[in-house]
Nanobody, 126 residues
Framework: QVQLAESGGGLVQAGGSLRLSCAASGRTLSSYGMAWFRQAPGKEREFVAA????????YYSDSVKGRFTISRANAKNTVDLQMNSLKPEDTAVYYC???????????????????WGQGTQVTVSS
């Protein structure tokens, strides 16, 4: 298990941008498939984006594709999520997740990930 911590959340106006970062302690994130999920009040936690260990492939939900970008910064041992053109419906707690075995895919659910951060709040005002 790897310990994860998200940062970068906050309040932003619709159309604005935020960059989230997921940092690890004690382990190297390049050894894990990584993903971002989000959860709004009263809703299920949903998949947002994922990236392979090699970073040669990325995956996005239809709702964020073209607006969000997931990337690795191995020198800093982080996985980041650049969020552009934010919409009020993007408001949620965003979670970083690590997958110990297997390739991350768009079909993965929360049950396919082994470690989770505490989440960071993203609020988009209209």
């Amino acid at each position: 298990q790897v310990q994860l911590a998200e940062s970068g959340g906050g309040l932003v106006q619709a159309g604005g941008s935020l960059r989230l970062s997921c940092a690890a302690s004690g382990r190297t994130l390049s050894s894990y498939g990584m993903a971002w999920f989000r959860q709004a009040p009263g809703k299920e936690r949903e998949f947002v984006a994922a990236i392979r260990r090699s970073a040669d492939y990325t995956y996005y939900s239809d709702s964020v594709k073209g607006r969000f970008t997931i990337s690795r910064a191995n020198a800093k041992n982080t996985v980041d999520l650049q969020m552009n053109s934010l919409k009020p419906e993007d408001t949620a707690v965003y979670y970083c997740a690590a997958k110990m075995y297997g390739l991350p895919t768009i079909k993965d659910s929360v049950d396919n990930y082994d470690s989770w951060g505490q989440g960071t709040q993203v609020t988009v005002s209209s």
